[in-house]
Protein backbone atom coordinates (compact mmCIF):
# COMPACT_ATOMS: atom_id res chain seq x y z
CA UNK A 1 0.00 0.00 0.00
CA UNK A 2 1.07 3.60 -0.91
CA UNK A 3 2.67 5.68 2.42
CA UNK A 4 3.40 9.50 2.54
CA UNK A 5 4.84 11.05 5.35
CA UNK A 6 5.22 14.71 5.69
CA UNK A 7 8.03 16.35 7.90
CA UNK A 8 9.64 19.76 8.15
CA UNK A 9 7.01 21.05 9.98
CA UNK A 10 7.50 23.67 12.68
CA UNK A 11 7.33 27.54 14.16
CA UNK A 12 8.39 30.02 12.52
CA UNK A 13 8.31 33.74 12.12
CA UNK A 14 6.31 35.73 9.57
CA UNK A 15 9.06 36.36 6.64
CA UNK A 16 10.85 33.27 7.40
CA UNK A 17 11.09 30.27 5.57
CA UNK A 18 10.36 26.24 5.81
CA UNK A 19 10.48 23.12 3.61
CA UNK A 20 8.54 20.20 4.01
CA UNK A 21 9.25 17.11 2.71
CA UNK A 22 6.81 14.44 2.01
CA UNK A 23 8.53 10.61 1.85
CA UNK A 24 6.36 8.16 -0.44
CA UNK A 25 6.72 4.44 -0.08
CA UNK A 26 5.10 1.19 -1.27
CA UNK A 27 4.36 2.28 -4.75
CA UNK A 28 6.93 3.74 -7.97
CA UNK A 29 7.15 7.04 -6.96
CA UNK A 30 7.83 8.41 -10.36
CA UNK A 31 4.61 7.61 -11.47
CA UNK A 32 2.99 9.83 -9.18
CA UNK A 33 2.54 13.51 -9.16
CA UNK A 34 2.36 14.80 -5.72
CA UNK A 35 0.49 17.46 -4.16
CA UNK A 36 0.05 19.96 -1.47
CA UNK A 37 -2.62 20.95 0.73
CA UNK A 38 -3.46 22.76 3.95
CA UNK A 39 -6.29 22.98 6.78
CA UNK A 40 -6.24 26.03 8.93
CA UNK A 41 -8.11 25.72 11.93
CA UNK A 42 -11.62 25.82 11.62
CA UNK A 43 -11.83 25.53 7.57
CA UNK A 44 -11.87 23.26 5.02
CA UNK A 45 -8.52 21.71 3.78
CA UNK A 46 -7.34 23.73 0.52
CA UNK A 47 -4.85 23.06 -2.56
CA UNK A 48 -1.62 24.57 -2.34
CA UNK A 49 0.60 23.36 -4.74
CA UNK A 50 1.24 19.86 -7.30
CA UNK A 51 4.49 18.80 -9.36
CA UNK A 52 3.87 16.49 -12.27
CA UNK A 53 5.26 13.02 -12.36
CA UNK A 54 8.28 14.06 -14.33
CA UNK A 55 8.95 17.25 -12.10
CA UNK A 56 8.55 19.91 -14.74
CA UNK A 57 5.17 21.01 -14.48
CA UNK A 58 3.73 22.66 -11.47
CA UNK A 59 0.24 23.57 -10.32
CA UNK A 60 -0.12 26.25 -7.65
CA UNK A 61 -2.98 28.05 -5.75
CA UNK A 62 -2.83 31.81 -6.32
CA UNK A 63 -2.14 32.91 -2.63
CA UNK A 64 1.23 31.12 -2.57
CA UNK A 65 2.43 31.63 -5.98
CA UNK A 66 5.76 33.12 -6.31
CA UNK A 67 6.60 32.27 -2.57
CA UNK A 68 6.25 28.79 -2.77
CA UNK A 69 7.81 26.29 -4.61
CA UNK A 70 7.71 22.48 -5.55
CA UNK A 71 10.28 20.12 -6.34
CA UNK A 72 10.89 16.41 -5.85
CA UNK A 73 13.77 14.00 -5.66
CA UNK A 74 12.51 10.44 -7.46
CA UNK A 75 15.89 8.75 -6.35
CA UNK A 76 14.77 9.55 -2.60
CA UNK A 77 11.32 8.85 -3.50
CA UNK A 78 10.16 12.59 -1.64
CA UNK A 79 8.69 15.74 -2.59
CA UNK A 80 9.45 19.11 -1.03
CA UNK A 81 7.50 21.87 -0.73
CA UNK A 82 9.73 24.72 -0.25
CA UNK A 83 7.64 28.05 1.63
CA UNK A 84 9.35 31.77 1.35
CA UNK A 85 8.38 34.93 3.24
CA UNK A 86 5.46 32.94 5.32
CA UNK A 87 2.80 34.89 6.45
CA UNK A 88 0.69 34.06 9.69
CA UNK A 89 -2.23 33.62 7.12
CA UNK A 90 -0.06 30.19 6.46
CA UNK A 91 -0.45 28.79 9.87
CA UNK A 92 -1.72 25.49 8.93
CA UNK A 93 -1.82 21.60 8.59
CA UNK A 94 -0.21 20.78 5.25
CA UNK A 95 -0.14 17.63 4.03
CA UNK A 96 1.00 15.60 0.84
CA UNK A 97 -1.30 13.83 -1.56
CA UNK A 98 -0.59 11.66 -4.67
CA UNK A 99 -1.95 10.12 -7.51
CA UNK A 100 -0.62 7.78 -10.23
CA UNK A 101 -0.84 9.18 -13.57
CA UNK A 102 0.65 9.51 -17.17
CA UNK A 103 3.31 11.79 -18.01
CA UNK A 104 1.15 14.23 -20.11
CA UNK A 105 -2.02 14.31 -17.10
CA UNK A 106 -3.54 17.46 -16.50
CA UNK A 107 -3.26 18.64 -12.76
CA UNK A 108 -6.84 17.84 -11.58
CA UNK A 109 -5.91 18.79 -7.84
CA UNK A 110 -7.54 15.59 -7.09
CA UNK A 111 -5.83 12.55 -5.08
CA UNK A 112 -5.79 9.18 -4.27
CA UNK A 113 -3.62 8.48 -1.04
CA UNK A 114 -2.78 11.22 1.84
CA UNK A 115 -0.65 11.52 4.52
CA UNK A 116 -1.32 12.86 8.18
CA UNK A 117 -0.09 16.02 7.73
CA UNK A 118 2.40 18.47 9.59
CA UNK A 119 2.00 21.55 11.61
CA UNK A 120 3.22 24.97 10.10
CA UNK A 121 2.62 27.64 12.56
CA UNK A 122 3.62 31.32 11.64
CA UNK A 123 4.24 33.99 14.29
CA UNK A 124 3.29 37.50 13.76
Known amino acids: QVQLIESGGGLVQAGGSLRLSCEVSGGMFSRYEVGWFRQAPGKERVFVAA????????DFEDSVRGRFSVSRDNDKKTAYLQMNNLKPEDTAVYSC?????????????????WGRGTQVTVSS
Open 97 to 113: AARQTILTAPFTRAYNY
Open 51 to 58: ISRSGNRF
